[in-house]
């Protein structure tokens, strides 16, 4: 079935640095998600992206849609505390079998030391 | 606006025993979609609801079972519960086309003793 690899599973940063995460699946997705999660909370969309090669802002967050439709990754830059939690990519398949469906992949977790 | 809504927060069954969860979509959608996240892992897809019908099935048995209403809230039931079906059930609500983003709520955190 379909999956998605994310990386890394975790990470430790200082206040400030930048943060890189990313996905890869070996099937192709039209669109690509990225939620975060704080504990005992639902995701919360951050960037939504539709086309291959899509590059899209939301404040510190810089996410791109890979030209194969197979990967994407997510850059938050000038980290800050309230970054810290469980960031989740999720891929979507338009079509007859797969209508809505969703893949995440297992999530990063970031942890921010002030 | 409200968001995505779902009741009840927390919830404690024992084994064999049955369970209804409820969500009610973000205000102007009319698709509902249900996830399983077991801890540490991402979301599972379970099934997705629109105009009261299952459009959409993952691989879970037929033991979860689900009914959308007419004003596009939704249900989700679970029978013989197993102690491996403990986890955060999310409901997540989106507007008609395939494409469109997919809102989540809260969540219900079960746990089967």
């Known amino acids: 079935g379909q999956q998605l690899n994310q990386s890394p599973q975790s990470m430790f940063i200082q206040e400030g640095e930048d943060v890189s995460m990313n996905c890869t699946s070996s099937s192709i997705f039209n669109t690509w998600l990225w939620y975060k999660q704080d504990p005992g909370e639902g995701p919360v969309l951050l960037i939504a992206?539709?086309?291959?090669?899509e590059l899209t802002s939301n404040g510190r967050l810089t996410a791109q849609f890979g030209i194969t439709r197979k990967d994407s990754f997510l850059n938050i830059s000038a980290s800050i505390p309230s970054d810290v939690g469980i960031y989740f990519c999720?891929?979507?398949?338009?079509?007859?079998?797969?209508?809505?469906?969703?893949?995440f992949g297992q999530g990063t977790t970031l942890q921010v030391k002030p | 606006d409200a968001g995505v809504t779902q009741s009840p927060t927390h919830l404690i069954k024992t084994r064999g025993q049955q369970v209804t969860l409820r969500c009610s979509p973000k205000?102007?959608?009319?698709?509902v979609s249900w996830y399983q996240q077991a801890l540490g892992q991402g979301p599972q897809f379970i099934f997705q609801y629109y105009e009261e019908e299952e459009r959409q099935r993952g691989n879970f048995p037929d033991r979860f079972s689900g009914h959308q209403f007419p004003n596009y809230s939704s249900e989700l039931n679970v029978n013989a519960l197993l102690l491996g079906d403990s986890a955060l059930y999310l409901c997540a609500s989106s507007y008609g086309t395939d494409q469109e983003t997919q809102y989540f709520g809260p969540g219900t955190r079960l746990l089967v003793l």
């Open positions: 992206l539709y086309k291959a090669g």
């Open positions: 999720a891929g979507q398949v338009q079509g007859s079998s797969n209508t809505g469906k969703l893949i």
């Open positions: 205000s102007g959608h009319d698709t």
